[in-house]
């Protein structure tokens, strides 16, 4: 891959957590502090990006997407969008979104795809962000160490 397509990409994801996070701050009024379903958490920001298939997202409902990432599992999938990977920033880009919400958002992310996650618990989120957690930790490891 070249240097330019990836800047790109970047750019498209920086702007677009800009926008994600002002839909954001207008969804929160909206909500108040009580936690939102997965299908307002996606309405509100996932969909930006997967709505589309933006800089690369699995598209939302696109079963063929969706079956090898589903096939990673709870952890896996609800760590990373949680912590970010790759173009995924941490939580879409709203940092403002509880975990619970987030975590909501893939389970009704994989419904559309036809699959099918528990629901999230304390207990279950914990789980998956440490994962996630563990997994980013091992990518700066190595980002480091290739600049060495
Ligand atoms: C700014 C754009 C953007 C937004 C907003 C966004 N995503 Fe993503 N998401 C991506 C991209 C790009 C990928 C593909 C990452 C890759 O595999 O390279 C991705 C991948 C994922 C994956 C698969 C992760 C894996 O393990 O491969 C999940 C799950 C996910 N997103 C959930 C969410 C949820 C939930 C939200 C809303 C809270 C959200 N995303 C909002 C860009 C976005």
Same mark, same amino acid.
């Given at each position: 891959m070249t240097a330019m397509p990836h800047l790109? &990409?970047?750019l498209i994801v920086a702007t677009m957590s800009a926008v994600v996070s002002l839909a954001h701050a207008e969804e929160k009024h909206k909500f108040g502090k009580a936690a939102m379903t997965g299908e307002q958490t996606y309405k509100a920001v996932c969909v930006t990006c997967h709505g589309e298939g933006l800089a690369g997202a699995p598209k939302a409902g696109n079963r063929r997407a969706w079956a090898p990432l589903i096939a990673e599992g709870y952890n896996d999938l609800v760590g990373s969008a949680l912590t970010g990977v790759r173009m995924m920033p941490p939580k879409g880009g709203a940092p403002e979104l509880y975990d619970i919400e987030v975590a909501r958002a893939v389970v009704y992310m994989?419904?559309?795809?036809?699959g099918q996650f528990p629901e999230?618990?304390?207990? &279950?989120?914990k789980a998956a962000r440490l994962d996630g957690e563990k997994r980013h930790a091992a990518r700066l490891k190595t980002a480091a160490a290739s600049r060495r």
């Open positions: 790109k &990409n970047a994989v419904s559309l795809a036809g999230p618990t304390e207990a &279950n989120l």
